[in-house]
């Protein structure tokens, strides 16, 4: 309940109380003109109660309310006081009748106080005392103590009273305060973590730029004599300056072959390395790409006809796109060259090329190993390799499909991948064709 309701029942109470007083008193005194009983008036609500009755009901719920509630008289004097006043203020109720109700405001308010009370005798209404303001309360000892208080004005013949219910809410304010410490120690403890983790971010990133520009470097520094080994190689394959026996070719293969893998790896990393650090660039022009997708076919077509992998593609003729030729280029051989390094023995891979809704769909269907499920949202991470190829080794640095999804993304595309254990693997790879015009069929009118 409220405390204007709590202060207007306590109000009608006090009414009542007084009329009970008046009539015990009335029938004491011997005055039988004024009437039987069955036509004295008394109040409505309270007609089957007798004064003496309705009287003690009252000081029992006076005594039992838990807030205090005093009365006071037009010269300011406490006129009435419950034992919840006595226990929130320590003083006894002797000490509080006819006492100015300025005994229980602390010293520094009683001037303004005084100011208020005569305000509210001008205007009695019944409302919250001082609404938006943090209130005092002085006990006998001194100390002040925050409370809420409630007025309700009471009139009588002689003129009028103030019932004030008062509640002390130290519990609540210290509460409150425990709260806000509380609230403060954890926004300064979650600002220094913030800070710390900024700093931890800042260390991370200028140790991945650190990284990027030293694998950047050492990639230059390891591709110039590397491309000299390949050289020489195939100088001396060309024989040249004399022939070589059997087993002096074989050896000279072996160098060619792992010197050019090598020089693969090391390209993979310089790319990597490049695209992490900001520094690769993307060079769009307009190019058909029926003719990228061969030239790429025809470099992966004799490791898959080693392998007897049957190698199909459909391509849309005229299919034109305005992208980093390349680069493309480079996702669509890393895509193949995995597709047939995880495909078994006389097994298929399938790519398929068309344009929709202003892009275009690349997808790369193979009959190989298959992936897990587990591991299929980390294959895409640098260094991550999902297991052995069909030859049973690792093979690689893991790098292919982390940089192919870079260079998707850089072009403003997508990839996915759709996989299962032994039903093998599809790559799909979206890029949008920009303003490139589709010569021959516009898929989009499909």
């Excluded at 029942?9 to 009335?26: I, P, Q, R």
């Excluded at 004491?28 to 003109?33: K, M, Q």
């Excluded at 390799?385 to 982390?402: S, W």
Aim: aromatic share 4%.
């Amino acid at each position: 309940m409220t405390y204007r309701g709590v202060s207007q029942k306590l109000t009608t109470l006090v009414d009542y109380a007084h009329m009970a007083s008046a009539e015990k008193g009335a029938a004491s005194s011997g005055t039988d003109n004024l009437g039987s009983e069955e036509t004295r008036p008394r109040p409505a609500t309270t007609s089957a109660i007798s004064p003496s009755l309705s009287e003690q009901r009252f000081e029992d719920l006076l005594e039992a309310a838990p807030d205090g509630i005093i009365e006071v008289d037009q010269d300011g004097n406490i006129q009435l006081a419950n034992a919840a006043v006595e226990r929130m203020f320590g003083y006894t109720r002797a000490e509080l009748l006819n006492r100015p109700v300025d005994l229980l405001v602390p010293q520094a308010s009683r001037g303004m106080h005084h100011t208020h009370r005569a305000a509210y005798w001008s205007h009695p209404v019944t409302r919250p005392m001082g609404s938006g303001l943090e209130l005092l309360a002085e006990r006998k000892d001194g100390k002040s103590i925050p409370v809420e208080i409630s007025l309700s004005p009471t009139h009588y013949k002689d003129g009028f009273r103030v019932t004030a219910i008062i509640r002390d809410i130290s519990a609540r304010r210290a509460a409150d305060q425990k709260l806000r410490e509380i609230q403060e120690l954890h926004t300064r403890q979650l600002a220094t973590a913030n800070e710390q983790l900024e700093a931890r971010n800042r260390e991370v990133e200028r140790a991945n730029r650190l990284k990027s520009e030293f694998l950047a470097s050492m990639s230059h520094e390891l591709r110039t004599p590397l491309h000299t080994i390949i050289g020489f190689a195939e100088l001396l394959g060309e024989q040249l300056e004399g022939p070589l026996n059997s087993k002096q070719q074989r050896f000279v293969e072996h160098i060619h072959r792992d010197s050019l893998h090598l020089l693969e790896l090391i390209n993979d990393i310089l790319d990597l390395s490049k695209i992490e650090a900001g520094h690769l660039e993307i060079h769009p022009t307009a190019f058909e790409f029926s003719m990228a997708l061969g030239e790429v076919l025809a470099t992966v077509r004799h490791p898959a006809l080693a392998k007897s992998i049957s190698l199909e593609s459909v391509c849309e003729n005229g299919l034109n796109i305005e992208a980093d030729r390349v680069r493309i280029k480079e996702v669509l051989y890393n895509l193949l060259s995995n597709a047939v390094k995880f495909t078994p023995e006389h097994g298929a891979i399938r790519v398929k090329v068309g344009a929709a809704a202003g892009h275009v769909e690349i997808s790369v269907d193979d009959s190989g190993i298959g992936i897990p499920a587990e591991e299929q949202a980390s294959i895409f991470d640098a260094f991550h390799q999902v297991g052995a190829t069909t030859r049973g080794v690792r093979e690689g640095t893991g790098l292919g499909l982390a940089i192919t999804k870079r260079l998707v993304e850089q072009h403003g595309g997508k990839i996915s991948v759709e996989s299962a254990p032994g039903r093998g693997s599809k790559f799909t790879v979206t890029l949008p064709l920009r303003n490139a015009a589709v010569k021959v069929k516009d898929f989009e009118e499909r």
